[in-house]
């Protein structure tokens, strides 16, 4: 076996370069042209067969190895998010209201230094290897994108692998676990329509501001006492506009939120039961509403295939003592990799990496930050993954 872990700390200053230069100039979904074709050069340069546009802005680079074998899938999301900055740090975006606050400037780069691992050793491990840079993880559909462009065929992958920078662990500290991960996620939206009238004669109207807040606190009541205190779920209201002036009753209202769950019988069950309450608050003030749960922005859940959690285990054990390799409580964030993890057995990793003097800012957050050292461990980790799994067979 190569010596992954070496290979990727003569890397380093590469990775951090990379990394820096993405930071510095952040895309958001579907937008990630400058990234994408510094990818697709880079690919190009190792002499690897590279196919652009995948789901618009995504990039398939296909290596391989040293005769036939299983196809692995590698993938690395390259998206920003619309966050301004607040770091300070010399690296920091350039790009007022766009930000990589979740780390996938460091995925790219570390996708980009498998690559470089991977290119150099195949003559060290058979069957091929797919590193999917894809676009749009954040809530827009980039990983089903991809697919509708054909990147689960020709080759098919037997298998398929994520890791997270997470910033939230220690350096060094890897998440592998059987199972679930992370959650389902679903977007829904209400609008409610009233009766518009004079703010001082309610009696003529019906006001869709009362029936929009009743609502809220009826909506809250689901998770708290008719979900069984076992099963995880989360349903939060993210929007709630209404209204335009003082002295108006609103005649409509509009709210946005989202669910996370983990089995499909609790998700029915909170649709089932947001129904019922929307039926039941509007029946009780004569308004009417509508409701609807947005399906082509349902994400699934992140499970983990035993076997694949099994050998990115085995693979960690080359770089990690074993009580830095932890399992967690699922995490009710939800990730788009899942759309792969369900067509093809997969495991997804979260690989501590908060910053030097502790995270000053989570994922999402302007303050946002991880720590580079985390960028050579994160590429070694992949690349014994593919490697292990390869020489391994289907
Ligand atoms: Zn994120
Ligand atoms: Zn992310």
Known sequence: MPDYLALAQSLAPRLIAWRRDFH???????????????????????????????????????????GPGPVALLRFDMDALPVTEATGLPWASQEPGRMHACGHDGHTAIGMGVATLLAQTRDQWP????????????????????????????????????????????????????????AASDRF????????????????????????????????HIVSRNVSPHDAAVLTIGSLHSGDAFNVIAERAFMEGTLRTFDPAVRDLL????????????????ASYAFEIQENEYTPPVINDERMAAI??????????????????PIMVSEDMSEIMNRVPGCYVLLGAEPEGGARGPHHNP????????????????????????????
């Open 24 to 66: 510095q100039h952040p895309e958001l979904g579907f937008q990630e042209f400058r990234t994408a074709a510094i990818v697709a050069e880079h690919l190009q340069s190792l002499g690897l067969e590279v196919t652009t546009g995948v789901g618009k802005t995504g990039v398939v680079g296909i290596i391989e190895g040293n």
């Open 127 to 182: 069957g091929t290897v797919k590193l999917l840079f894809q676009p749009a993880e954040e809530g827009l559909g980039g990983a089903k994108a991809t697919i509708r462009d054909g990147v689960l065929e020709n080759p098919r992958p037997d298998a398929a692998f994520a890791l997270h920078l997470w910033n939230q662990f220690p350096l060094g500290k890897l998440v592998v676990q059987p199972g679930p991960l992370m």
């Open 189 to 220: 939206d209400i609008a409610i329509t009233g009766r518009g009238g004079h703010g001082a004669a309610p009696e003529d109207a019906i006001d869709a501001v009362l029936v929009a807040a009743n609502m809220v606190t009826m909506l809250h």
């Open 271 to 286: 649709i089932q039961r947001m129904e019922e309450v929307l039926g039941g608050v509007t029946r009780a003030h004569g």
């Open 312 to 329: 990115a285990r085995e693979a960690a054990l080359t770089f990690l003592p074993e009580e830095q390799i932890i399992q967690i409580e």
């Open 367 to 394: 303050r946002f930050d991880i720590h580079e050292d985390a960028l050579p461990l994160a590429a070694a980790i992949m690349s014994q993954i593919a490697v292990i799994y390869l020489r391994q067979g289907t």
